[in-house]
């Protein structure tokens, strides 16, 4: 079981869920339902009294006082929000459209059918108008439902009912099994809204999958209904030409499922392409944004250092650190200082530190030897398999020169060092025996003139890297900064990977990590602020060329075709002299380096 330490608000898409409690309603379902979905502290409660057209307001003034009373004691019993002030209308529809623009709630939770005979409203109204998304329940509704039923089409509301299913699931620990119904006569064209979902689904192992043939798709959800305890499903989706409505299959299911019902429509309008629009793209976000609540630390979660320590201890772990650097003599003999007094000397968190140097012409190498440091010129490393230059050679070569069962890399050019730059990478990685693969991110000032810019800096990442990942792979798309110089992973999962020589190396490890564990495998930590050397725009305009060839070579391999010729390794650069301009050419070509484990060399080192 993964052991989470985040604050509970990440872990839910729905803080905010709004049930009416209308005088004169039931609402019981409603409430047990937001329950399930992200527990009573999240829901926020409203009072509603209707007045009938051309009696006085003031007729109201005992059912608000008995709707005060009910929302206390429901607001304690459930540890939800209560507002105090109850809502007296001739126009009750009106006045919870009012209600939902004060307080903007993700999720109006309205119970069927009683919440649409006292709103005195028609659904198709309701969903039309409702300016936030909106789940429709009825009951009978479990507070904690084993087993539940995502019947999937592929439709523009299937993004939520997942999103709410797995919100379910996280609260309750239900059991999910996703239902896509196809019939014989369907042509591919037909299914295409699925097969985004398809995608997403492949990646929420909790979920079961379950695929029936039919002509009646409402018939089917009906017979299967009576296996579980709840089912939740999209509304039927209709063009914008038509008036919005539940849909012949969500009505023949509130009306005769043995089982609880909660039917979802989000505010977003139906796309023009309808029906033909793919979900796929937009169901990528219910992956990524359930990664990125799950899987996203903070470095302050982590600084209880003798915390860590135990948790190392037990689970018989020896931690690597690898400083890749050349020419960081300004720099490195205080990086080497802080994290070894801290992380070595006061609590022995990592068992090892070397340097893999790139053959520096200043007085690096010095530095960290007379601060007891080992050295390496990753040059001189593995020599019978040549020499390269670039960073992602000397972290490929670290491998075999460290022997850590975790191996953290951290760059030499930070000039605010700190400890949490270690400790908030390794608090991922021993708190959960499931990552195999932790990223920092952080703030990083830029100096322009003489002035400072909080966010300038990253501009690869922004300009580059991250477009690319959306592009091509949308579930990496919630790494904040996927070329980050600091972090780390378990060293059974990086001896497995290829790397890249030189700058795409990042980019490489992160798309080979997902590929081969899943985005499970990754985490993030938030390592506040990072301040460094910015390197001018031409070094950039070369890094973002490695960095793009990278992703080429890792979807040639995912396509099984060659994207790139021989030719596209050299960049035409614009040089200035003064009176002129003119084009000069570079080589930059990104080489992957095998799997460390493919080396006899590195297989009998690990053996001794």
């Not at 009294?49 to 019993?77: C, H, I, W, Y």
């Not at 200082?337 to 340097?355: F, G, N, R, T």
């Not at 952080?442 to 300038?456: D, H, L």
Request: net charge negative; hydrophobic share 40%; charged share 25%.
């Amino acid at each position: 079981m993964k052991m989470h330490m985040k604050n509970d608000n990440s872990r839910t898409p729905f803080r905010k869920m709004l049930v009416p409690i209308i005088h004169g309603c039931e609402s019981s379902a409603a409430l047990t339902a937001a329950q399930a979905i992200a527990g009573g502290r999240y829901v926020l409660l409203i009072g509603l009294a209707g007045v009938a057209d051309g009696e006085s307001l003031s007729t109201a003034a005992m059912p608000a006082q008995q709707l005060r009373e009910k929302l206390r004691f429901l607001a304690n019993e459930m540890g939800a929000q209560a507002r105090t002030r109850v809502r007296v209308s001739n126009r009750l529809w009106d006045e919870l459209i009012n209600v939902i623009n004060e307080e903007r709630p993700d999720l109006l939770i309205l119970e069927w059918p009683c919440h649409f005979d006292a709103l005195g409203t028609d659904p198709a109204i309701v969903l039309s108008q409702t300016p936030c998304d909106i789940a429709v329940v009825r009951g009978p509704i479990s507070s904690k439902p084993s087993q539940v039923l995502v019947p999937i089409r592929g439709g523009p509301y299937a993004e939520l009912a997942l999103r709410l299913s797995l919100a379910i699931n996280s609260q309750c620990q239900s059991e999910l099994t996703a239902l896509h119904l196809t019939t014989e006569e369907m042509i591919p064209q037909q299914d295409a809204p699925f097969r985004g979902l398809a995608h997403v689904l492949t990646n929420l192992p909790e979920i079961n999958r379950l695929e029936i043939r039919t002509k009646d798709p409402a018939e089917i959800i009906l017979a299967e209904s009576h296996r579980y305890d709840l089912v939740v499903l999209g509304v039927s989706a209709q063009s914008p030409q038509m008036q919005a409505g539940l849909g012949g299959v969500v009505q023949r299911l509130l009306h005769d499922s043995p089982a609880g019902v909660i039917a979802v429509k989000t505010e977003r309008p139906i796309p023009a392409e309808f029906p033909n629009e793919t979900v796929g793209q937009s169901a990528i976000s219910v992956l990524v944004d359930r990664w990125f609540a799950e899987n996203t630390f903070f470095a302050d979660e982590f600084q209880d250092l003798e915390m860590l320590y135990e948790l190392k201890r037990r689970q018989k772990l020896k931690i690597s650190l690898a400083l890749p650097a050349l020419n960081e003599e300004v720099t490195i003999g205080n990086v080497i200082q802080v994290i070894k007094s801290s992380l070595m000397d006061e609590v022995p968190l990592l068992d090892e530190m070397v340097v893999m140097d790139s053959d520096s012409t200043d007085s690096t190498r010095q530095i960290a030897q007379d601060l007891g440091i080992p050295v390496y010129i990753h040059h001189q490393v593995l020599p019978q398999y040549g020499s390269r230059h670039g960073k992602g050679e000397a972290l490929w070569k670290s491998l075999y020169v460290t022997s850590g069962d975790i191996l953290l890399w951290v760059d030499t050019d930070i000039e605010n060092i700190h400890p949490r730059f270690v400790y908030g990478l390794l608090g991922a990685l021993l708190i959960d025996p499931h990552t195999q693969f932790v990223k920092g991110f952080y703030r990083r000032p830029i100096k322009v003139g003489e002035k400072i810019q909080a966010g300038g800096g990253g501009r690869v990442t922004e300009l580059t890297a991250r477009p690319l990942l959306n592009l091509f792979y949308p579930e990496l798309s919630g790494i904040v900064q996927p070329l980050s110089g600091e972090y780390g992973g378990r060293r059974s999962a990086l001896e497995q990977l290829p790397f890249f020589s030189g700058y795409g190396v990042e980019i490489g490890l992160v798309i080979d990590i997902f590929e081969h564990f899943g985005l499970e495998a990754i985490a993030q930590v938030d390592l506040l602020e990072r301040i460094h050397h910015n390197q001018p725009l031409e070094a950039l305009s070369k890094m973002s060329f490695s960095i793009i060839q990278a992703i080429f070579r890792k979807l040639e391999k995912r396509f099984e075709r060659n994207l790139l010729e021989e030719v596209n390794k050299t960049m035409k650069l614009i040089r200035y002299k003064p009176g002129r301009f003119f084009l000069d050419v570079e080589e930059i070509a990104e080489r992957e380096r095998p799997p460390m484990v493919a080396l006899p060399e590195y297989r009998e080192r690990q053996a001794q």
